[in-house]
């Protein structure tokens, strides 16, 4: 029986090498790697038809035990390539203690406390590194850099509609792991946010901010009645008025969540399905095994089938003006090469998600600090007042939105606090490469996985100083500075950075603006006696994108004198 089972064990220790140097994942070789080498030795040995059952179980056991050790004694000895770089010492076992910490929502506060307790590098998986270091950035995210990483084989949320299940390689924008790909992708996008393209959006937007204003008004006291008023939750209205926007936007509308609500449960579904896919980003392997499972498959695969129903009609309506559906699919037939249904679906979840919930997030957080902070609240007032009359309409002049300084760093100063990607920008070597170099002296070997979470750069002393966790706006301003005030542009990365930076900034951009100046034109605005406004702070989770609670409000409106 030994002898046998010394075999297993050699056995165990190929199948190590052959997973370390292919990767494989297709079930042809993970039967034989699994299935067929643990029994492999035993049904070659000379035993009786008695003892078969016991030795096939001895075997498997004496596989698995030999696989799990070689494999925990290589990712914690210095053979490893990442053996010299600091992190907690289960990080070298395996990725499932990320699982853990992603499950609980609070992945960007311990990727913080990792890097304060061990440095600007640290080792957080077996193959897994973390960087803060602003000199390394470019050749990370950078013309030169990495594309994105393992991370993104687990995070397919389009459904049995989009371009991965359809095995179409073009059209993933955020999710493509070769350079090419993505390139192409972009270049479709870039048509949708030329100058021109986005002047076309304006009417669009200012018609939403409006519904939105008129909506609250309507249910809120006048400052001079003083009526008693229940708070309104303005982290659903903004959510709400994102997703009409986008609907707008993106499929020529009308989603009507501001008049009819969310009857559907759409807003959950993503949520959902956002917060299960930032489980499996960690663990790629076992994506395809988790969208077999009875009870999963609606979570992860409700955006994709809501993104498809909206394709279908956008195709079947056409084009009421030109949306971002009109260049996305073309229709100026400059390429005249059709655009396949699944990659439509694709850069539709890829519209939804990343033109709307993010926005939604942003715009709330602002409010919160707003509110929290009522020194930079009137400070901001008064200069959207000077600006734009009270009580002439919605402040619609995005030229001079734009050059409101006041109101440009307080949507810096938010973006800094609470951006809409805390952790997860992920890249690494191009598969097939061998590895890339970071910097001058950095080797980065293939297989490994770099993150860069901006939500530690925004909060790093080396990078925002002083108070890098205060709500400091005036940092952004020239001369206003009491102390000596360090601001790094670069490591500034609310919209990402390099070739792969977010598409959409100067719409996003503008929401921010145009929302925020007539909220605080509008109303006055405060939270609810007795309301701790650490329930907001405590309700923020990392699934990728930030999701969050509910953001009470009292409104009321502004006198017109």
């Not at 850099?145 to 995070?155: A, F, Q, T």
């Not at 994506?287 to 009609?313: D, I, S, T, W």
């Not at 809409?420 to 890339?436: I, K």
């Not at 605005?525 to 405590?538: A, I, K, V």
Request: proline share 8%; with cysteine.
């Amino acid at each position: 029986m030994a002898s046998p089972l010394l075999s297993v064990g050699g056995l165990a220790l190929v199948a190590h090498y052959w997973f370390k140097k292919y990767e494989p994942t297709d079930v042809l070789s993970l039967g034989v790697l699994l299935g067929l080498f643990p029994v492999l030795p035993v049904i070659m040995s000379p035993l009786s038809s008695t003892s078969t059952p016991f030795a096939i179980l001895a075997g498997y056991c004496s596989f698995y035990a030999a696989l799990f050790c070689s494999i925990a004694i290589y990712r914690v000895s210095p053979l490893h390539t990442l053996y010299k770089y600091p992190g907690p010492f289960i990080s070298r076992f395996s990725n499932f203690h990320l699982v853990l910490v992603a499950a609980r929502g609070r992945q960007h506060h311990y990727f913080k406390k990792m890097h304060e307790k061990y440095g600007p590098i640290v080792r957080l998986g077996p193959n897994v590194l973390s960087i803060v270091d602003v000199e390394l950035l470019p050749s990370i995210l950078g013309a030169d850099g990495m594309p994105k990483g393992s991370m993104w084989d687990g995070r397919r949320i389009s459904g049995n509609h989009g371009q991965t299940a359809a095995r179409i390689a073009k059209g993933d924008l955020v999710g493509a792991r070769d350079k090419q790909i993505h390139a192409d992708a972009r270049r479709v996008w870039n048509r949708g946010f030329t100058s021109a393209s986005i002047r076309k959006y304006e009417p669009i937007l200012i018609r939403r901010v409006g519904q939105l204003v008129e909506m609250l008004e309507a249910k809120c006291p006048s400052a001079v009645t003083h009526d008693a008023s229940v708070p309104e939750d303005m982290s659903k209205w903004l959510n709400f008025f994102s997703f009409d926007l986008m609907g707008d936007f993106v499929f020529g509308g009308p989603f009507e969540f501001l008049r009819d609500g969310d009857k559907d449960g759409l807003l959950q579904t993503i949520q959902d399905g956002l917060r299960l896919s930032s489980l499996t980003g960690h663990i790629p392997w076992s994506f395809k095994a988790v969208m077999k499972l009875p009870f999963l498959p609606p979570q992860m695969k409700g955006v994709g089938e809501f993104a498809h129903r909206q394709v279908l009609r956008r195709l079947k309506d056409g084009a009421i003006h030109d949306d971002l559906f009109y260049h996305l699919n073309d229709e100026e037939k400059i390429d005249n090469d059709p655009t396949p249904l699944p990659v439509l679906v694709t850069y539709a979840v890829t519209a939804i998600i990343a033109g709307s919930d993010t926005t939604a997030f942003s715009l709330s957080s602002a409010l919160y600090l707003l509110i929290e902070h009522p020194a930079c609240y009137q400070r901001l007032r008064s200069e959207v007042d000077a600006t734009f009359t009270p009580g002439t309409g919605l402040p619609t002049d995005f030229a001079k939105l734009a050059q409101l300084e006041y109101l440009n760093a307080v949507v810096n100063e938010t973006l800094r606090l609470f951006p809409s990607v805390p952790t997860s920008l992920q890249r690494a070597p191009t598969p097939g490469s061998g590895g890339h170099l970071l910097g001058p002296d950095m080797f980065i070997a293939e297989g490994t996985a770099v993150y860069v979470p901006p939500y530690v750069y925004h909060r790093d002393p080396r990078y925002f100083y002083p108070d890098p966790d205060a709500f400091l706006p005036e940092r952004w301003l020239k001369g206003e500075d009491d102390v000596a005030t360090v601001l790094t542009p670069n490591a500034f990365m609310a919209f990402s950075a390099g070739p792969a930076n977010c598409i959409g900034k100067p719409l996003a951009l503008m929401q921010m603006r145009i929302m925020l100046a007539s909220l605080l034109q509008a109303f006055d605005m405060r939270f609810p006696e007795g309301y701790d406004s650490r329930q907001w702070l405590d309700s923020l989770k990392d699934s990728f994108v930030t999701t969050r609670g509910s953001l009470p409000v009292i409104l009321t409106r502004r006198s017109k004198d």
